[in-house]
């Protein structure tokens, strides 16, 4: 499946966006959706999922209370919701997915979307 991220900006703290990630070329339907997140320097973060079975939504420890994922079978979108964003929020934001149940662990999805850049300023 072919993934394309979009939505980040610079924004202040405080303020919220909200990503998309358009999906093509698959069965949509079928995929579990994760987002994960790189600011410069640091590793890859996990940051949320959608499981594609039955929608149970999950979150990294550090966005729980001000991220939302949710999705859009019928145009083939998953969001996430980011409110009350903090500067330590900056980077870039990947949408993946895989054919099976969410995993945290970024070496386990087959195919990425090419990021979109969150910077939140102070």
């Known amino acids: 499946v072919q993934l394309q991220a979009s939505g980040g900006g610079l924004v202040q703290a405080g303020d919220s966006l909200r990503l998309s990630c358009a999906a093509s070329g698959g069965t949509f339907s079928r995929q579990t959706i994760a987002w994960f997140r790189q600011a410069p320097g640091k590793v890859r973060e996990w940051v949320s999922c959608i499981s594609a079975r039955d929608g149970t939504t999950y979150y990294g420890d550090s966005v729980k209370g001000r991220f939302a994922i949710s999705r859009d079978k019928v145009k083939n979108m998953v969001y996430l919701q980011i409110d009350n964003l903090k500067p330590e929020d900056t980077g870039v934001y990947y949408c993946?997915?895989?054919?099976?149940?969410?995993?945290?662990?970024?070496?386990?999805?087959?195919?990425w979307g090419q990021g979109t850049l969150v910077t939140v300023s102070s």
């Open positions: 993946a997915a895989r054919q099976r149940v969410c995993n945290s662990d970024w070496l386990q999805y087959s195919d």
